[in-house]
């Protein structure tokens, strides 16, 4: 029991790394002994269930926060102008990682000399463009809700939000409601972000006992080019761009946000790692909780600069190379306009990266063939792409908050705070908004 105690006394990103370190050793001795079963049978479905314990919850903390941060909102006006210039951002960032990804590809050349490949089978269609805008409106907002298709739920909850501010204090009762279902579903993401290090260690260790380093050989430039292109966009693409444009330090940054990237890298899913976004945007990063709220889930379902940008860039320039199809500059430039709009339709479908490959392998004219040669080490990238994912899901509220005075730069700079902590609006989630005075509304402060 005592070590137990010592182990919950850890702060969390070291409960995270020591799980990691953890998880990759019992991999790695699954793996040497053969027993490809134990992983099957024992970590996956662990693992599975704790990313699916986050999707739980996800979904009504979603909804009801895009709902939530729209009332909240209107206090300082110019919602369109902040919204405008979060998509704007998103936008910018998608095409610095694009073109990361296409300099590493020319560069690394990593379908070159690979000799080859076996092909796995993979179920993949042509993606058409009417088919990419039609996912962005669900027929049905219940049918989204029940598929998880969480940008069909952003896309009504903010239709619903738009109109329930424009009923004023005739919609205040449904308005009330939603505000606690943001502080039962705060509350509920609380409980499982606690077990992320028990999560991570069952995550990673599945990876490890599956794959083993030797699986990786066949395609480990293409691998390597990927993981470099993540290591550009973390460590030079959004520093550059933070310091240029918001001011704030790039190494704080990172450090602010070290537990998100820590989990979005060994869950693979950006979707999961949502609700610890949320926390380290507003808590460690100093963005204000109102915007916080619109633009993280926002980012979750529609900001992809690993899975949509970075990735069908490096992948588009493999297939290319491996099966001698050259491409010139034309083609360059519509992969970069693939990876960057395809990126507003794939966010409600299953396996966004795949989507977002087949869709840029189509519009260039390269064989879709070529992806089962992929998909031996598609797990092992996705930990690379989710985590540049969420960097930039977290990189474009600072940019926008500080821009528009929503960031306090004291709470940014400060040393960061243990997110595995109770919410800070913890203690208030017996009160209902309807007892709050007006002075206690929330309000958006400059600064």
Not at 49 to 63: A, E, H, Q
Not at 343 to 360: C, D, K, M, N, Y
Request: aromatic share 8%.
């Amino acid at each position: 029991m005592r070590i137990f105690r010592r182990l919950a006394a850890l702060p969390f990103w070291q409960q995270i790394l020591l799980a990691l370190a953890l998880g990759t050793a019992v991999g790695a001795l699954i793996h040497n002994f053969g027993s490809e079963s134990v992983a099957e049978n024992w970590l996956d479905p662990f693992g599975g269930v704790y990313v699916n314990l986050l999707k739980l919850v996800v979904l009504p903390l979603v909804f009801s926060a895009i709902v939530v941060s729209l009332g909240r909102l209107r206090h300082v006006g110019g919602v369109a102008r902040l919204a405008g210039r979060t998509v704007v951002w998103f936008v910018v960032t998608s095409t610095v990682a694009v073109a990361i990804g296409l300099v590493v590809g020319l560069l690394v050349r990593p379908g070159e000399g690979v000799g080859d490949l076996p092909a796995e089978k993979a179920e993949t269609e042509e993606v058409t463009w009417t088919q990419v805008l039609g996912n962005l409106v669900p027929g049905n907002p219940v049918q989204a809700m029940a598929e998880g298709n969480v940008l069909g739920v952003v896309f009504f909850a903010g239709l619903f939000g738009a109109a329930l501010v424009t009923l004023g204090e005739r919609g205040r009762r449904l308005t009330d409601l939603f505000d606690e279902l943001y502080l039962v579903s705060q509350k509920l993401v609380w409980w499982v972000v606690r077990l992320a290090p028990i999560g991570s260690f069952f995550l990673i260790a599945s990876v490890v006992a599956t794959y083993g380093p030797g699986s990786l050989a066949p395609l480990a430039k293409f691998t390597g080019a990927i993981y470099l292109a993540a290591a550009v966009m973390l460590l030079a693409g959004y520093p550059l761009l933070l310091a240029a444009f918001a001011r704030v330090s790039p190494v704080k940054f990172l450090r602010n946000a070290w537990p998100a990237l820590q989990f979005a890298f060994v869950s693979a899913s950006s979707l999961a790692t949502l609700p610890i976004s949320q926390r380290v945007s507003i808590e460690r990063n100093g963005v204000q909780p109102e915007y916080t709220a619109f633009a993280q889930p926002l980012g979750a379902t529609v900001k992809f600069d690993g899975c949509g940008a970075i990735y069908p860039a490096v992948a588009a320039l493999f297939v290319s190379q491996y099966t001698g199809i050259g491409l010139g500059w034309t083609d360059f430039a519509l992969i970069a306009v693939a990876a960057v709009i395809g990126q507003l339709g794939i966010g409600g479908t299953p396996g966004p990266a795949l989507v977002a490959l087949t869709l840029t392998l189509t519009t260039v004219g390269l064989p879709l063939e070529a992806i089962g040669y992929l998909i031996a080490v598609d797990r092992v990238i996705d930990m690379a792409r989710t985590t540049v994912n969420v960097a930039g899901q977290l990189a474009v509220p600072v940019l926008v908050a500080r821009s528009e005075g929503l960031l306090d730069k004291e709470v940014f700079d400060r040393p960061p705070v243990d997110i595995t902590a109770a919410p800070p609006d913890e203690t208030r989630a017996e009160e209902t908004p309807a007892q709050r005075t007006p002075a206690e509304e929330p309000q958006l402060t400059k600064g």
